[in-house]
């Protein structure tokens, strides 16, 4: 795979260019997943299943239309999303109004703002100046081990408020840089360093996009996945998760995960030296050249700021005086997540940086251009089959199957189960689409068994973001892949033991005990 070219302001220009052998496998899955979607859809609408209600029929042929076209993609994944409510009408399973509404749930608005805050934060250099103001301290110093860690944390922390893909963007050249350095140092002392066969510069970039999908684990807004299991326990099992809550069980796994991240990425990438000359420099002179705070650059503090204080703000009050008061009510009622994130969204068109040319912190070309409108459309395409699948029992049909099944007859059992289900499915296919196909399924499971639907929903979320394996997997390992320092084996190697080890040691343990302590 070519390496990504350099672009405008040091960021990488993502042209990813397959190998023969993966161009073919890609070039069959498309064209087989193009007429397998129907002729299995085809398939099982014909196919006289007891039990199950026309409409709930109809239904299971759409999603099963639905998705082998999300694992196979033929088609862009959201074309696929809107495919579903299209095809559910037409069949005479819901009204059209009934089909789309869930493309205007309040979360959309919430990812909408999130998306125009993040925006505004790279394009103002916010996001490069957080970066360089950590790797800079004193403790990082030119230490590889602690260069590793440092760029790690940057990265994760990053990740929690902005897009994973956006975030790994912003450290490749980052990573590119300090592996510059280290080819420098080397140079100087007569020695060829062949980065491509480096080890340390596998463990940098391997960093720069593990952290990435660690770190959209700590909030709802981090990763898709989070937000729509968030919306499909409020529309399928009554349950509302807020942002405070999920940031409590969402900071114990994102330490955990990364814990995790670093050991294994330390032990099997080593550096062949103790000292990185020039590393110290290089993120200085970086650091330097952004010059003085800009007043776009505070102005979207401010609107982050306002944003992370009301999302906060419910969970401090229910902590001062309990869940059930008044106060705590009256709040919830006016100030949602969604309207939080689009009042800090909308804040930041009228915040200037240049009252004279009436100019603002962020444009309405900049908002477009910075918002994921396919993440949006997926994420409402998700929800709509999962409400969908709930109002006609086709949900609760799946989960009976599936519980008979597998046997799966106690809460630990149920969760294991999605949560390798949900990491499989993430590592074939997109994790939102994963996260779409194996949500609605894993939470009727848990209410048809008698059991609290908000573990299972956690589990199925966190594991969704422990896709380590492939390029294909995520937006980061294919942005870090592309920089040619990243053997696939060794990328598998390392992808599966964080995997396994992640499920074990952090989500199963989590879910069980945390999200429960949590109030659940």
């Not at 064209?31 to 196919?47: C, E, K, N, Q, S």
């Not at 995790?260 to 290089?282: N, R, T, Y």
């Not at 689009?342 to 040319?357: I, Q």
Request: aromatic fraction near 10%.
């Amino acid at each position: 795979m070519e390496p990504i070219k350099m672009g405008k302001n040091n960021s990488p220009q993502l042209d990813l260019k397959l190998s023969q052998e993966e161009q073919k496998f890609d070039y069959w899955r498309k064209t087989i997943g193009i007429f397998l979607g129907p002729a299995l859809a085809v398939l099982v609408y014909l196919m006289p299943i007891a039990g199950l209600k026309a409409q709930a029929h109809g239904l299971l042929a759409v999603v099963v239309f639905v998705a082998t076209w999300w694992i196979t993609e033929p088609v862009p994944i959201p074309v696929t999303s809107m495919l579903g409510p299209v095809l559910a009408t037409l069949m005479g399973v819901v009204t059209p109004t009934q089909a789309f509404a869930p493309f205007a749930n309040p979360l959309i608005f919430l990812f909408m703002g999130s998306f125009m805050l993040a925006s505004a934060m790279m394009n103002h250099g916010l996001d490069k100046r957080f970066a360089y103001a950590i790797l800079s301290m004193k403790w990082v110093g030119s230490s590889p081990t602690r260069i590793l860690l440092a760029l790690g944390l940057v990265t994760a922390l990053c990740s929690g408020w902005v897009s994973n893909t956006a975030t790994t963007a912003m450290m490749f050249p980052i990573a590119m840089g300090l592996l510059m350095a280290i080819k420098d140092m080397h140079a100087a002392a007569g020695r060829e360093l062949d980065l491509n066969k480096y080890t340390y510069a596998t463990g940098i970039m391997l960093m720069a996009g593990y952290a990435s999908s660690v770190g959209g684990v700590l909030t709802p807004v981090g990763t898709p996945p989070n937000l729509i299991m968030v919306g499909l326990l409020e529309q399928m099992g009554g349950v509302r998760v807020s942002f405070f809550q999920w940031m409590i069980w969402g900071s114990v796994a994102m330490v955990g995960y990364f814990i995790i991240v670093f050991v294994v990425l330390k032990k099997m990438f080593p550096a062949d030296v103790d000292h990185i000359e020039g590393a110290e420099q290089l993120i200085r002179e970086r650091r330097a050249s952004l010059g003085p705070w800009k007043t776009g650059e505070i102005n979207a503090v401010v609107a982050f700021t306002v944003a992370v204080t009301l999302w906060v703000l419910p969970g401090i009050l229910s902590m001062l005086y309990g869940s059930a008061h008044p106060i705590l009510a009256t709040y919830n009622k006016y100030f949602s997540e969604a309207v939080v994130a689009m009042l800090a969204g909308l804040l930041l068109f009228l915040l200037p940086t240049n009252w004279a040319e009436r100019k603002f912190t962020l444009s309405w070309a900049e908002a477009v251009k910075g918002i994921d409108w396919g993440t949006l459309i997926l994420f409402g395409g998700g929800l709509s089959l999962g409400t969908m699948m709930y109002g006609t029992g086709l949900s609760k049909w799946l989960g009976d199957v599936i519980v008979s099944a597998s046997g799966a007859n106690s809460e630990v059992v149920i969760i294991i189960v999605f949560s390798l289900f949900s990491l499989l499915m993430s590592e074939l296919t997109s994790h939102t689409a994963a996260t779409n196909m194996v949500g609605p399924l894993g939470i009727t499971v848990a209410i048809s068994s008698g059991f609290n639907p908000v573990p299972v929903a956690v589990a199925i979320a966190l594991s969704s973001s422990l896709g380590f394996m492939l390029p294909v997997s995520t937006p980061p390992n294919a942005i870090v892949y592309g920089s040619g320092y990243i053997p696939i084996t060794k990328m598998i190697k390392s992808g599966a033991i964080i995997d396994i080890i992640g499920i074990v040691l952090v989500t199963i343990p989590l879910v069980l005990y945390v999200v429960k302590w949590a109030g659940f």
